[in-house]
């Protein structure tokens, strides 16, 4: 059996959409370092079609 994995939380949704790419971009750089404060081992996952606008989010830590 394996271990216990990370916590993982899923915004999904049409990324392209710039109402729901400024979403991701709030959630990632603001609402997401609060969640790592707390559950440092979380990761966020951005699910859906993307564009250029929120690919750089990726980078931020706790994201992939």
Not at 11 to 20: E, P, S
Not at 21 to 48: F, H, K, Q, S, T
Request: charged share 20%.
């Amino acid at each position: 059996l394996e271990g216990p994995k990370a916590p993982v939380a899923l915004f999904l949704g049409n990324l392209t959409v710039a109402h729901n790419a400024d979403a991701a971009r709030y959630a990632a750089r603001e609402i997401w370092p609060l969640v790592r404060r707390a559950v440092p081992e979380a990761r966020l996952r951005l699910v859906g079609a993307y564009g250029r606008a929120v690919a750089p989010l990726a980078a931020l830590p706790g994201g992939a």
